[in-house]
T-cell receptor, first 117, second 110 residues
Framework: GAVVSQHPSWVICKSGTSVKIECRSL??????MFWYRQFPKQSLMLMAT?????????EQGVEKDKFLINHASLTLSTLTVTSAHPEDSSFYIC?????????????FGQGTRLTVV | AQRVTQPEKLLSVFKGAPVELKCNYS??????LFWYVQYSRQRLQLLLR??SRESIKGFTADLNKGETSFHLKKPFAQEEDSAMYYC????????????FGGGTRLMVKP
């Protein structure tokens, strides 16, 4: 199956710094990527949808200036957590959306565990 | 709003026992239905999809349109089935975005 690679797998940063998370589709093109946040023992919460060549679409309650999303190419989307605070510590997951018809499996990155100290 | 409900956050069974993970979805057109699984320290991955009517690792899921349910079942649970399970309808009017249920943690005890 298709592979979505997320980097880094984990990162620790100081409060006030920025962290960039990359999400790459390795063997297919993704015009859209979804970014999720997952708290411990909870479900995935959609943060935003990144669109190649246009602005990202953010879910209600997600700060656009805090979580900067850039979809630079058909194989790369990035999420930058700016001025990180301890409450931003979480597990961030990207996903390439399913297509249509039978081949509708969504592919997920391995996730990035962010710890802000 | 489109909703997915997985009423049980935790389901604990003994090895060899039958297991059923419940999922109810809100009706909005005819969503495609999926179950995703997340094993410990692994990425989220597809378990099965309704449209394929497949059985993966002994799991099956029956779509009941009248009850808008898509419960996941396995007749004999194994320890390796312990994981988080997410029911996920795909609503085409949502830009092909999966909507995840809250998830059910299945623990299979020896």
């Amino acid at each position: 199956g298709a592979v979505v690679s997320q980097h880094p797998s984990w990162v620790i940063c100081k409060s006030g710094t920025s962290v960039k998370i990359e999400c790459r589709s390795l063997d297919f093109q993704a015009t859209t990527m979804f970014w999720y946040r997952q708290f411990p023992k909870q479900s995935l919460m959609l943060m935003a949808t990144s669109n190649e060549g246009s602005k990202a679409t953010y879910e209600q309650g997600v700060e656009k200036d805090k979580f900067l999303i850039n979809h630079a190419s058909l194989t790369l989307s990035t999420l930058t957590v700016t001025s990180a605070h301890p409450e931003d510590s979480s597990f961030y997951i990207c996903s390439a959306p399913p297509g249509t018809g039978m081949n509708t499996e969504a592919f997920f990155g391995q996730g990035t565990r962010l710890t802000v100290v | 709003a489109q909703r997915v409900t997985q009423p049980e956050k935790l389901l604990s069974v003994f090895k060899g026992a039958p297991v059923e993970l419940k999922c109810n979805y809100s009706y909005s057109g005819s969503p495609e239905l999926f179950w995703y699984v997340q094993y410990s320290r692994q990425r989220l991955q597809l378990l099965l999809r309704h449209i394929s009517r497949e059985s993966i690792k002994g799991f099956t899921a029956d779509l009941n349109k009248g009850e808008t349910s898509f419960h996941l079942k396995k007749p004999f649970a194994q320890e390796e089935d312990s994981a988080m399970y997410y029911c996920a309808p795909l609503y085409n009017n949502a830009g092909n975005m999966l909507t995840f249920g809250g998830g059910t943690r299945l623990m299979v005890k020896p």
